[in-house]
């Protein structure tokens, strides 16, 4: 009996510092820092979807990116089409965005798909100061790019937006995925921003 008390200590204690640990974390997520101090857009970004038979939605992601409150010249959307056998390609571009269709059915998959596209950014004649990364159904926040820009002027070598679900009343399980995001961005993300990690 006495080892299964130990074998239990064993394995409660550990859990029970690894859950302060991120508890205590979690509350400095209760707050927002203001950022106080905007910088004028100077900032290139490539703006990436990849995308796989994604016709149905892929018109609003690009109209969302070509809409931001963000110089035009400064930002290129890109759409990889990746083994898509619909319309995808062509409605991306119909929409204003550099489509490169991508066939390999060895290598399928939207992390094969960005390795394949991000060799080609990093060969091109334009240059640009941060690359950033959608899914097919997202749509972004007009300034979106405003506040990439404040945090890239700013230092950081790496950041993370503010995902959120768009029909969280829908059902049960949308409910939840938002509950998650909200839970992820406000406890995680945000928490450990506030404080540097």
């Given amino acids: 009996m006495k080892y299964v008390f130990y074998i239990t200590a064993a394995i409660q204690i550990p859990m029970f510092i690894i859950t302060v640990y991120y508890t205590i974390i979690s509350l400095f997520g209760i707050y927002k820092k203001k950022e106080t101090e905007q910088f004028t857009p100077c900032k290139r970004f490539a703006l990436i979807i990849a995308a796989h038979n994604e016709e149905m939605v892929i018109a609003n992601a690009v109209d969302s990116l070509r809409d931001l409150d963000y110089p035009k010249k400064l930002y290129d959307i890109f759409v990889i089409a990746d083994n898509c056998n619909d319309r995808t390609a062509n409605i991306a571009q119909m929409h204003g965005a550099r489509v490169y269709e991508r066939f390999d059915k060895s290598q399928k998959g939207k992390g094969y798909a960005l390795e394949w596209m991000f060799k080609r950014i990093f060969e091109m004649d334009s240059s640009y100061d941060a690359i950033a990364v959608f899914d097919a159904d997202n749509l972004v926040s007009k300034n979106f790019l405003s506040e990439m820009n404040n945090k890239l002027c700013n230092g ?42």
């Fill in 156 to 197: 950081y070598n790496v950041v993370q937006g503010f995902l959120d679900s768009k029909n969280p009343n829908d059902s049960w399980i949308t409910a939840s995925y938002s509950i998650a995001f909200w839970t992820a961005n406000r406890m995680g993300q945000l928490a450990k921003s506030n404080i540097g990690l």
